[in-house]
């Protein structure tokens, strides 16, 4: 599920995050119930905003997962915290709420980085430049979110992420750009 989502078939990762329903464990608090939510409320938002037709049912499945992942938050700031902000501002964005998408989307990244969650920093910063390029075009905003994508998608080891994210927007980083330079003085997410 979360392969498909990561490959960006959306429509594939809709169908595992189906079947993960059927496995018997699905609703105990294990890593699949997890990813399940989290990667079951991206992938509702985004299909309902970018296929043809607004389908309701995508988006009541999307506000499911927000209301599941808001009783595992509960239990554990840290671990989901940064998660359960995404969701809220991929809804937010679902619904045309876009000053309360873009409040979501950067208490999203605060929160990753204050916990040290650099795979969820990168996945934050990639939805808030994909928000940007919805709402305003292809700027300089989104350009700029992408490239701090970019650079924590490497820092993660998620190369193959990174490269597809440099093709799929037409981005060039230049040859001996510093991570310092793009994130600031710090590498780490934490500082």
Wanted: hydrophobic share 40%; proline share 2%.
């Amino acid at each position: 599920m979360s392969t498909a989502y990561w490959r960006g078939d959306c429509i594939a990762a809709e169908e595992h995050c189906h079947a993960a329903l059927t496995y018997p464990t699905a609703r105990m608090p294990t890593l699949l119930l997890i990813y399940r939510t989290f990667f079951g409320g991206l992938v509702a938002f985004q299909l309902y905003r970018h296929v043809d037709g607004k389908d309701d049912q995508r988006l009541k499945q999307g506000k499911q997962m927000v209301e599941r992942l808001e009783k595992l938050n509960e239990n554990s700031l840290a671990m989901y915290e940064n998660k359960l902000l995404m969701l809220k501002a991929e809804y937010c964005a679902s619904i045309g709420e876009h000053n309360r998408a873009l409040s979501l989307y950067k208490a999203s990244i605060n929160a990753a980085q204050d916990h040290g969650s650099i795979h969820d920093l990168a996945l934050a910063f990639e939805l808030l430049g994909n928000y940007h390029c919805s709402a305003n075009g292809d700027g300089v905003d989104s350009n700029e979110c992408f490239r701090k994508a970019y650079v924590y998608y490497i820092q993660w080891g998620a190369t193959a992420m990174a490269d597809k994210l440099l093709r799929k927007h037409n981005l060039s980083m230049e040859p001996g750009t510093s991570t310092e330079l793009l994130l600031g003085a710090s590498k780490n997410p934490r500082e």
